[in-house]
């Protein structure tokens, strides 16, 4: 507008002077052409510099609008990241102590592993030294095995007994001296007296039947061994499994020869492994 009103101010001025040559004239249209292209280009720049401003606020608002969503995104990532480290904390505490349990565990089964290791070498030497502490002729009437860490000694009752008594012969008591002194050096087992019979009824008006039978003998060599050779009667247990628990059938006399007997039976004092128990780890029990 400025420069329109000095355009037409210049012209007014020439016309009312009179001295304005054609030469002045054609320069003025010349600098207002000039002018008027200057203004426009000025106006088109301005015209874009607000379109670019107006675009550039919209991106203002669109990073502003992203960082926002970004903030939201940390933050719920630091609180996951939160939860997950206190999770593994936790997750550490489980692992060190199932590690330890697992520990104890080992070493509660390496200290089994080892009493039955010891259990078993015991074993074998009392049933080597009982073996040879006997002479030929007493081991065709003694049997002698390990079974599971316990000691079996089998005798035959005709060694043992007269035909349905139950007192012990004086021909067993060499026999029974010899595993006395045994049983002597190893204290620390108990000793359980086991009778046994075929299935013949017992024809004895003081005897019921097979099962007082087997029991009295069983009794019978209890007495000896704490009366005769001095076993502590702690230790000792006797019972009778009658016709019961046979070691093959009847049907021969060789059968009912076999089944008719007596076993020793030795274990390991029953609090040994009581105490075993209570030395497990609690996760163990």
């Known amino acids: 507008?400025?420069?329109?009103?000095?355009?037409?101010?210049?012209?007014?001025?020439?016309?009312?002077?009179?001295?304005?040559?054609?030469k002045q004239y054609v320069k003025l249209q010349e600098d207002y052409k000039a002018l008027q292209a200057e203004y426009q280009t000025t106006r088109d720049g301005l015209t874009e510099c607000n379109a670019e401003s107006k675009s550039l606020k919209y991106l203002l608002q669109q990073a502003n609008a992203n960082n926002d969503e970004l903030k939201r995104g940390m933050a719920s990532l630091k609180a996951s990241l939160d939860e997950s480290l206190k999770s593994s904390s936790q997750g550490s505490?489980?692992?060190?102590?199932?590690?330890?349990?697992?520990?104890?565990?080992?070493?509660?089964?390496?200290?089994?592993?080892?009493?039955k290791s010891k259990s078993d070498s015991l074993n074998m030497v009392l049933t080597n030294n009982l073996t040879r502490s006997l002479s030929t002729s007493e081991l065709k009437d003694v049997d002698i095995k390990v079974l599971k860490?316990?000691?079996?000694?089998?005798?035959?009752?005709?060694?043992?007994?007269?035909?349905?008594?139950?007192?012990?012969?004086?021909?067993?008591?060499?026999?029974l001296s010899k595993i006395a002194k045994i049983l002597k050096d190893y204290d620390d087992y108990e000793v359980?007296?086991?009778?046994?019979?075929?299935?013949?009824?017992i024809k004895k008006t003081n005897i019921r039947n097979n099962w007082d039978l087997s029991a009295l003998r069983a009794s019978s060599i209890v007495q000896v061994l704490q009366d005769?050779?001095?076993?502590?009667?702690?230790?000792?247990?006797?019972?009778?499994?009658?016709?019961f628990n046979p070691l093959t059938d009847n049907d021969t006399e060789a059968g009912k020869a076999r089944n008719r007997r007596t076993e020793i039976i030795i274990t390991p004092k029953l609090d040994q492994f009581l105490d075993l128990i209570d030395q497990a780890p609690e996760g163990s029990k």
Do not use: Q, W
């Open 1 to 22: 507008m400025k420069i329109k009103s000095f355009l037409y101010v210049a012209a007014a001025a020439l016309i009312f002077t009179g001295c304005a040559s054609k």
């Open 93 to 115: 505490v489980n692992i060190a102590k199932l590690v330890d349990e697992i520990n104890a565990s080992n070493a509660y089964i390496k200290h089994l592993v080892e009493a």
């Open 149 to 175: 860490g316990v000691v079996y000694i089998s005798l035959a009752d005709n060694m043992l007994f007269k035909s349905g008594s139950y007192e012990v012969s004086d021909a067993a008591m060499a026999t």
């Open 192 to 201: 359980l007296v086991e009778g046994n019979t075929d299935n013949v009824p």
């Open 228 to 243: 005769k050779f001095g076993i502590n009667p702690n230790r000792l247990t006797a019972g009778g499994r009658g016709e």
